[in-house]
């Protein structure tokens, strides 16, 4: 009912100020990777650059306004607000996995969850049917009218470049091409016998919330064949000589061990990072700590999985994952 609300609203202001439409979306700097590879601590680092445009959560889950005056984005936050407290309330081992924090960035799939097209049902229930359904499905009308939102959103707030992220764009890489304008991506890089562990217990914690019973075994199975398709997909795009330019690749050890160094590597494109603007970034390194939350604990065998599994499953990737360690090493 929310979303059908949000459309309803968005259309309201599109027909209302025709100007919206007629923007070009912002350049995009997309960072995609697995999940539980940093995509969250790197999203929330950038965020310190007012020049970066970023999705809060408040704006995530209402990108249209209720009425053209303050009291509309008073609102807006106030009821996101009420859904981190919620949350907070529901499942508080949950924040320890993934943090939703109501000014805080967070991912632009909830833009694509406004036209019923995204991976976000799988990932908080068992939707097996839908899931096939979606993988056949077109996916341009969403990325469409997910650009229609972004100019929204900058309409109502300008900025100089979009800092977009979610996993789920790793399937659909030629349509942020498409729709988004040039894009610049960010890969995030981690062992997927280190980070799809942690999302499938992520999943679990998700599905808690909505459903009488959650079983490992069927999230895993599940979810292991979808993150190895994600995979192909994106190195599918990615072999194309013209897109490999598009492309900065992060290792997760190294965004944890010296995030500041990382961000120099994205910022070469701009002429390096000025003194005030590091001081931003070191001070929201400072401000989210690993373990603000809490310690995440998992297992791989709480899934019915070995190593072998995920190295088997993702032998393209590995490819990739590992020459780029020996380029890391050569140098």
Request: net charge neutral; with cysteine.
């Amino acid at each position: 009912m929310n979303l059908l609300a949000v459309r309803l609203r968005s259309e309201h202001w599109f027909k209302k100020f025709p100007e919206i439409l007629e923007q070009e979306v912002y350049p995009p700097t997309v960072i995609v990777g697995l999940q539980r590879t940093g995509t969250t601590k790197l999203h929330r680092l950038l965020t310190a650059d007012p020049d970066n445009r970023v999705l809060r959560s408040w704006e995530a889950l209402n990108p249209a306004p209720f009425t053209r005056n303050g009291h509309s984005r008073d609102k807006r936050i106030r009821i996101a607000r009420t859904s981190e407290k919620a949350l907070r309330l529901m499942t508080p081992g949950f924040f320890a996995i993934h943090p939703v924090e109501h000014l805080a960035p967070e991912e632009d799939i909830l833009l694509l969850d406004v036209s019923f097209l995204s991976t976000t049902p799988e990932a908080t229930t068992h939707v097996p049917s839908y899931s096939s359904w979606l993988e056949e499905a077109d996916q341009s009308y969403a990325y469409e009218y997910g650009s229609r939102l972004l100019r929204l959103l900058q309409w109502q707030e300008p900025g100089k470049r979009w800092i977009l992220k979610s996993p789920h764009h790793l399937e659909f890489l030629p349509l942020i091409e498409k729709y988004y304008g040039n894009p610049h991506f960010i890969w995030t890089h981690r062992d997927p016998v280190e980070c799809i562990p942690s999302f499938l217990s992520m999943v679990c914690h998700s599905r808690a919330l909505f459903s009488d019973e959650v079983h490992a075994r069927d999230v895993s199975k599940h979810w292991v064949a979808k993150t190895s398709y994600m995979l192909e997909k994106a190195l599918s795009y990615r072999q194309n000589e013209a897109h490999q330019a598009n492309f900065t690749d992060l290792m997760y050890e190294d965004l944890v061990g010296d995030a500041i160094g990382q961000l120099s590597k994205i910022y070469e494109s701009y002429d390096g990072i000025p003194e005030s603007l590091k001081h931003r970034f070191e001070l929201a390194e400072a401000n989210n700590p690993k373990g603000k939350y809490g310690i995440h604990n998992y297992k791989l065998a709480d899934f019915g999985l070995s190593r072998e599994d995920l190295k088997e499953k993702n032998e393209s990737y590995y490819k990739l994952y590992h020459s780029l360690h020996g380029k890391k090493q050569a140098v």
